[in-house]
């Protein structure tokens, strides 16, 4: 166990729909990740905050958006849903910054979406 | 042409084999390199990181780079039942700030 939670495990949702993935990082992590894992795509990396804010941008399509809460913990939101927007979506966490080597990111068990 | 080019396998060996996987890449600003390994249903987990060219050694898993090839290898000694996993190859380019993976080596180690 990670120490990374993700909710929900799984959702199932139609074309069109907006769906909200949430992650805790681990407890004294700042940074979240967002990664999409899909079979024809591979692990991509989205988007990163870091105490709140945006720190580092990958391969994120303009319909999906994420934030992180004074809490610390994040969402990610994905809108107009197609269906190649059928992946696994991973949250990781660390304490670094950035992408820092030596700085290990903790990955959650990921939240599986399936779009019909 | 992907940035990041990894074989997808699948590998299979018997238990005992040295296994060697491979990534290349395009990218000159790719400056970090790592190996995740991912059970199946699993997140990733860190293996092994290095940033410059050579070997890097953790028991039985040793990790190569060769900047100027833009070819990066790790090898797993005495391989076991339970590094059957599928391996991804990772890069940091410090420029943009950004991480990308290998498409993943599906191995299988059979007792």
């Known amino acids: 166990d990670s120490g990374v939670t993700q909710t929900p495990k799984h959702l199932i949702t139609a074309t069109g729909q907006r769906v909200t993935l949430r992650c805790s990082p681990r407890?004294?992590?700042?940074?979240v990740y967002w990664y999409q894992q899909s079979l024809d795509q591979g692990l991509q990396f989205l988007i990163q905050y870091y105490n709140g804010e945006e720190r580092a941008k990958g391969n994120i399509l303009e319909r999906f958006s994420a934030q992180q809460f004074p809490d610390l913990h994040s969402e990610l939101n994905l809108s107009s849903l197609e269906l190649g927007d059928s992946a696994l979506y991973f949250c990781?966490?660390?304490?670094?910054?950035?992408?820092?080597?030596?700085?290990?990111?903790?990955f959650g068990p990921g939240t599986r979406l399936l779009v019909l | 042409q992907k940035e990041v080019e990894q074989d997808p396998g699948p590998l299979s060996v018997p238990e005992g084999a040295i296994v060697s996987l491979n990534c290349t890449y395009s990218n000159s600003a790719f400056q970090y390199f790592m190996w995740y390994r991912q059970y199946s249903r699993k997140g990733p987990e860190l293996l092994m990181y290095?940033?410059?060219?050579g070997n890097k050694e953790d028991g039985r898993f040793t990790a190569q780079v060769d900047k100027s090839s833009k070819y990066i290898s790790l090898f797993i000694r005495d391989s076991q039942p339970s590094d059957s996993a599928t391996y991804l190859c990772?890069?940091?380019?410090?420029?943009?700030?950004?991480?990308?993976f290998g498409a993943g080596t599906r191995l299988t180690v059979k007792p």
């Open positions: 407890s004294g992590d700042l940074s």
């Open positions: 290095t940033y410059s060219s």
């Open positions: 990772a890069m940091i380019s410090y420029n943009n700030n950004d991480m990308r």
């Open positions: 990781a966490s660390s304490v670094a910054e950035g992408f820092e080597l030596g700085e290990t990111q903790y």
